[in-house]
């Protein structure tokens, strides 16, 4: 296994759909698509399922799949190069380095598929939509832009619904079975931990939001109603 590892590792570097740590690419992703479409983010992409399917269904758009697993990565890198899709790529980093690879307004909207839910409260600081990663996505997301979470995680979707609230965010599109209530094409791409029902619920909940023009400091409000309503 750790070969297989190390064999992928050697193999994304040779992908020209795969950027790792690239360190001139920040306002210049229309050049490197070669073309002006809007640009759409899949955050912790993993094995890239969702960048695939979308580029897929939505071939007007760019799409990039944004991990720090590159072994993982190489699965969806390499589906995209076998079958030729030119809309899609990969870029290996942390997530809180996005500035540093994303100028300002130039994505056009964002998904995130499956984050880890990190259940524990003293933990809720690595969600990937609690305001300290939306203040991130805020720095590069066009002022019109969505971000899209999906997940079987009850806990990280009530958790999702109380910063939007809380933050007073845009609530555009809430979906707490999207199995039953939603038939949407796009909603209906699954990734590898989606079949694996991790949480053991069968159920897959949706939210469609936008930002605000500024995202208040109560940050510890927040972590004050988590205590009261959740597990330390």
């Not at 995680?153 to 609530?171: C, D, H, N, Q, W």
Request: net charge positive; glycine share 4%; with cysteine.
């Amino acid at each position: 296994m750790a070969q297989k590892k190390l064999q992928r590792f050697a193999d994304i570097k040779t992908f020209p759909n795969v950027l790792e740590y690239p360190g001139d690419m920040k306002g210049k992703w229309h050049s490197f698509f070669n073309n002006q479409q809007p640009l759409v983010l899949e955050l912790a992409c993993g094995r890239g399922e969702y960048t695939v399917g979308l580029s897929k269904l939505l071939p007007q758009n760019n799409f990039i799949g944004v991990d720090v697993k590159g072994n993982r990565m190489y699965i969806g890198a390499k589906k995209c190069l076998e079958e030729k899709i030119t809309n899609a790529a990969f870029l290996r980093t942390q997530i809180t380095l996005l500035p540093d690879y994303f100028g300002k307004d130039e994505v056009d909207e964002i998904w995130i598929t499956f984050p880890d839910p990190h259940l524990r409260t003293s933990k809720a600081k690595k969600r990937l939509t609690h305001p300290r990663f939306l203040r991130l996505y805020q720095q590069v997301l066009k002022p019109s832009g969505f971000l899209h979470v999906k997940t079987d995680s009850p806990k990280l979707y009530a958790f999702t619904k109380k910063v939007i609230e809380l933050y007073k965010l845009v609530l555009v599109e809430d979906c707490d079975d999207v199995r039953v209530k939603n038939n949407s094409e796009i909603l209906q791409i699954k990734t590898h931990y989606e079949a694996l029902d991790i949480a053991g619920s069968n159920t897959i909940y949706y939210l469609k939001f936008q930002l605000p023009e500024q995202i208040p400091s109560i940050d510890e409000e927040l972590y004050s109603i988590l205590k009261d309503t959740e597990n330390i």
